[in-house]
Each structure stands twice: as C-alpha cells, then as structure tokens.
C-alpha cells in the first residue's frame, strides 16, 4: 500500500510542475501533505494533531529559510567594492539565520515527539529531505525538457 502512492505521486508532482514559471504553491503543499501522511503512515487521530503544529513550522522554517536565501544573494552579487563591514554585516546575517532555522528544528523536534512515536519523528526529517529532492529532481528535468523544446523551435524542428 504504501509504495503504490509513490506513482501517484509523481504523476501529481509531474502534472503540478509541468511550467516552470506556472508552479502553484498550493498544489505543492497537498502534494507534500500526502507524501509526508503516507510515508509516516499517520493515523487520524496523530494527523489531527500533528499537521497544525507542522504546518506553523514549515511556515517558521520558509520564512526563515527566504532570509538566508537573501543573504546568500546579497552575498554573490556583492562587488569588489563593497566594504568589509558590508560583507562582515551579511555573512553574520546568514549565520543568524541558520543558527535559527537549528533553534527552530530544535523547539519543533520537542513539539512532534509529543505528538508522534520517536521513529516516525525521525522519519519525518529523512521523508522531508526526499520530498525535497523528488521536487527539484523534478524541476530539473522539466527545465531540460523547456530547454529541448525551447532549441527545437530555434533550430526549425517539432
């Protein structure tokens, strides 16, 4: 049972990511939420409890992870002439940022054992990981696909 949602899975994901500007948020959350439900095998009574107190940690943990993406955008698009408190400034804001997104797994962690049995807490971090991994696997593959067809327009052919 719980391998015959992995095809369903991806024939979602693959409908869902098909345009790479035309991603919708939403659909990847349900997508998410099935995946993590049926991969940790939640009964209803642990699903009741546990998706609020995750969905205010995936919300904690985007937000905190869009601050340390813009660090690190800051941080590469900074030129040569930009002083070394400026620098000093955004490394520190990236390391800010990362020591909370661990305080946040951390005070999370204590949260879902309360909730869930240790194995399927520890389960849940390795599910997330491979949910992440199967959604830019899958972003990737559709940019290669948009970049083949994209050549085929440009060179004349169908």
Request: hydrophobic content about 35%; aromatic content about 10%; overall charge positive.
């Amino acid at each position: 049972m719980k391998r015959s949602f992995l095809p369903l899975f991806l024939a979602l994901l693959s409908f869902s990511l098909t345009a790479q500007e035309g991603r919708n948020p939403d659909k990847i959350k349900s997508l998410k939420v099935g995946f993590i439900t049926q991969e940790l095998e939640l009964t209803s009574q642990e699903a009741e409890k546990f998706w609020p107190v995750f969905n205010e940690y995936d919300k904690q943990m985007s937000q905190l992870n869009e601050e340390r993406i813009e660090s690190l955008k800051k941080l590469y698009t900074l030129s040569s002439d930009a002083s070394e408190d400026e620098i000093q400034a955004l490394i520190q804001k990236g390391f800010k940022a990362e020591r909370s997104i661990t305080e946040l797994r951390e005070k999370f962690h204590k949260k879902f054992v309360a909730i869930l049995p240790l194995y399927k807490v520890a389960k849940l971090y390795a599910v997330e990981l491979e949910f992440q991994r199967k959604v830019m696997q899958h972003i990737r593959s559709g940019k290669k696909r948009m970049h083949t067809e994209e050549q085929r327009e440009l060179d004349g052919r169908k």
